[in-house]
């Protein structure tokens, strides 16, 4: 069931774009160190897996070394063991030398966020759960990082603000009547998933009697789970209500979170709490 925009594919043209803005601020047209040392002659270059990983980044790297010849490049997906080649790079090495640390970066960090979101979602997949991202990315690489975690088997939820209504305790300060909100919401967003947040029973019942297509139970203890789902599927608005959870779930504890009739489960550490992936250039 799912209710957002994939990124499963990234558009050429703005990995340019968003490169030349990484490229410019490393400075990479005064390489004082590569100008000093090199005369610029053609070498052959290879991107080397150090460690296990799923990768992803493979138009970053056409991109980025797009003066290059890039030879025998892996696709997007792909398992990677340690001491696998991930491309060969034919080019001036002045090229190679002044990009290699900013395509680095980008594609290590990319890597780290595809696997754990595979680790992740091999748990979550067998119960028909979706994995679901968050908009805790990092500024300015949301797109890539949310490429990354649907290169490694989540589903990318809302891109931005504009994308669907997400209803929070911050938002029913000045009037806490959840159903009036959503009606509110519906009415100004008609063609929009409209969420909302609850973290008490008092809350979800407003939210099953409103106009409400998704719910987020936020930070309920597994134990408590089943009987919540149970008595969202015994409403009878319920029953097409969208199930998510979040809050707390960790990657020791994601199975605990696995139950019938959750539909999603949202964690932001797969995009901002992530361990990058070592990759070398080695010529």
Excluded: W
Excluded at 61 to 70: A, T, V, W, Y
Excluded at 130 to 136: F, G, V, Y
Excluded at 185 to 204: F, G, M
Aim: hydrophobic share 40%; aromatic share 6%.
């Amino acid at each position: 069931m799912t209710r957002f925009k994939q990124y499963n594919v990234l558009d050429e043209q703005f990995i340019l774009k968003k490169l030349n803005e990484f490229f410019q601020e490393d400075n990479i047209n005064n390489d004082i160190t590569t100008h000093s040392t090199q005369t610029n002659q053609t070498v052959i270059a290879k991107l080397v897996a150090r460690e296990p990983m799923v990768f992803a980044g493979a138009q970053i790297i056409k991109q980025g070394f797009i003066d290059c010849n890039i030879i025998d490049l892996v696709l997007d997906g792909k398992h990677l063991m340690a001491s696998d080649i991930i491309a060969s790079i034919k080019g001036p090495i002045n090229e190679i030398l002044k990009k290699e640390r900013v395509i680095l970066n980008l594609i290590q960090r990319l890597c780290g966020i595809a696997s754990i979101t595979h680790d992740l979602a091999t748990i979550t997949k067998p119960y028909n759960i979706e994995l679901l991202d968050t908009r805790k990315t990092t500024p300015g690489l949301r797109a890539f990082e949310k490429f990354a975690v649907s290169i490694g088997g989540g589903i990318n939820h809302r891109f931005s603000l504009k994308d669907a209504v997400m209803i929070k305790d911050n938002h029913l300060i000045e009037n806490k009547d959840i159903i009036n909100i959503v009606l509110q919401a519906k009415t100004r967003n008609p063609d929009k998933d409209i969420q909302v947040e609850v973290d008490t029973k008092e809350q979800l019942e407003q939210a099953l009697k409103s106009e409400a297509t998704s719910i987020l139970l936020d930070n309920f203890h597994p134990d408590e789970l089943p009987a919540l789902i149970a008595y969202i599927k015994s409403h009878e608005q319920g029953k097409t209500k969208y199930i998510e959870i979040s809050g707390g779930i960790t990657a020791q504890t994601l199975s605990r979170f696995c139950i019938e009739g959750i539909n999603g489960i949202s964690m932001g550490s797969i995009t901002h709490n992530i361990q990058s992936k070592d990759i070398g250039l080695d010529i």
